[in-house]
């Protein structure tokens, strides 16, 4: 079936067409601009802006959905349809869902419940509305989840690894003292089991090097790009790197970002982070990283919806036009994590597609196309 797009502004790798058109068949894109629909059902998007389907490397979103307060949960199942009906909604045409490993520590994020978590998503993936995928976090200071990461990877369940380091003191937090606010906060943690954790986590420090050099080899056997995560210094930047990290996420300073590009490494920052005009953990700034140029992509994080609303608003605030804006949810994450069938409005390519609409003024994704096929539309203009 081919279907012809026209009266759309198309945004390409390196410029935008406006009142443009785009021929869709069997799944890719056949032609750019083609004079005639060449037998194809016509949509007539009327300026709409039509761009390639946003790649979303890192979205806690799935673990909220699964347990929207601590230790309320609901059923897997029911967790992921509504992940995958959040990210059709927000434009985004392929998620890595972000499932952390993290011992017995926090919640969902629990071995067992991980990995179950990721085996519900892999079997809901039959019947989504996007491409999704899975992001297997490793929490470095667990010692029992290796075997279970290298498991899935082997069955082609895990799409991306990343490691994560939350030990006091360095990353994310800074001291004891914020690492304990923040599982009192989330976790409701009482101050007996804070104290249990920080030992059993300090404790688990030792051998975790070699540990990552385990998943890094396991995750390169299978073709899977491996991740570093707030990454707070030069020093660490390169330790990372020696380990086989390709992806740097979050770097927390400016220095670490600077470290990650020159090592090769692409860079990860938050579109929240970008909207809000700061980090929540009181990290480097999104829109910090972009005007120095040390920033290759952005995720959403825990948003979805966010990522859309930061791409439109860049042009604005930075020195980036909408083509370059849209690369750092397309075709960037694309080659990041090695998917190169998608991420650009080129012939030939997967044709992941959204078009999105401005009714006040709002960027709105009004229609969603996945590998062709039409996932979701919505509709701003009521007369």
Not at 123 to 139: A, K, M, P, S, T
Not at 221 to 234: G, T
Not at 289 to 302: F, H, K, N, R, S
Request: glycine share 8%; proline share 4%; hydrophobic share 40%.
């Amino acid at each position: 079936m081919k279907i012809y797009l026209t009266g759309c502004r198309l945004v390409l790798p390196d410029e935008t067409i406006d009142n443009s058109a785009l021929l869709i068949e069997d799944g890719e894109i056949l032609a750019i601009a083609p004079e005639s629909a060449q037998g194809g059902t016509e949509i007539n998007l009327h300026g709409m802006t039509v761009m390639p389907g946003m790649i979303d490397l890192h979205c806690d979103a799935l673990e909220k959905e699964v347990e929207p307060r601590p230790n309320v949960h609901f059923p897997l199942d029911f967790g992921c349809a509504q992940a995958d009906k959040r990210n059709a909604a927000a434009g985004i045409t392929t998620v890595f869902h972000a499932i952390s490993f993290a011992g017995e520590e926090l919640g969902v994020r629990n071995n067992e419940m991980a990995t179950t978590l990721v085996e519900t998503m892999h079997q809901w993936q039959l019947h989504g509305l996007v491409d999704n995928r899975l992001h297997c976090r490793y929490e470095i200071t667990d010692e029992a989840a290796l075997p279970a990461l290298c498991k899935l990877l082997d069955e082609q369940k895990a799409h991306l690894i990343s490691l994560m380091d939350h030990t006091p003191g360095q990353g994310q937090f800074k001291d004891i003292a914020s690492y304990r606010r923040y599982l009192t906060k989330n976790y409701k943690k009482t101050d007996k089991e804070l104290d249990q954790i920080l030992a059993q986590k300090i404790a688990a420090g030792e051998g975790a090097f070699q540990r990552i050099q385990t998943l890094a080899e396991c995750a390169h056997r299978n073709k899977v790009a491996l991740a570093s995560h707030d990454d707070d210094s030069p020093q660490r930047v390169e330790t990372m790197r020696a380990a086989g990290a390709d992806i740097a996420e979050f770097p927390i300073t400016l220095e670490a970002a600077h470290a990650a590009k020159k090592a090769g490494m692409v860079t990860i920052f938050g579109a929240p982070n970008l909207m809000r005009g700061q980090s929540q953990s009181g990290s480097m700034r999104a829109i910090d990283a972009i005007q120095e140029g040390v920033a290759d992509c952005l995720c959403a994080d825990y948003s979805p919806a966010a990522l859309i609303m930061a791409i439109f608003r860049l042009p604005e605030y930075s020195d980036l036009n909408l083509a370059e804006a849209v690369r750092l949810v397309t075709a960037h994450p694309a080659r990041a994590a090695r998917l190169e069938d998608r991420g650009e409005i080129r012939e030939g390519k997967r044709a992941d597609l959204i078009a999105v609409d401005l009714p006040g003024g709002l960027p709105q994704i009004c229609r969603v196309w996945c590998k062709g096929r039409e996932v979701y539309r919505a509709t701003y203009n009521h007369g």
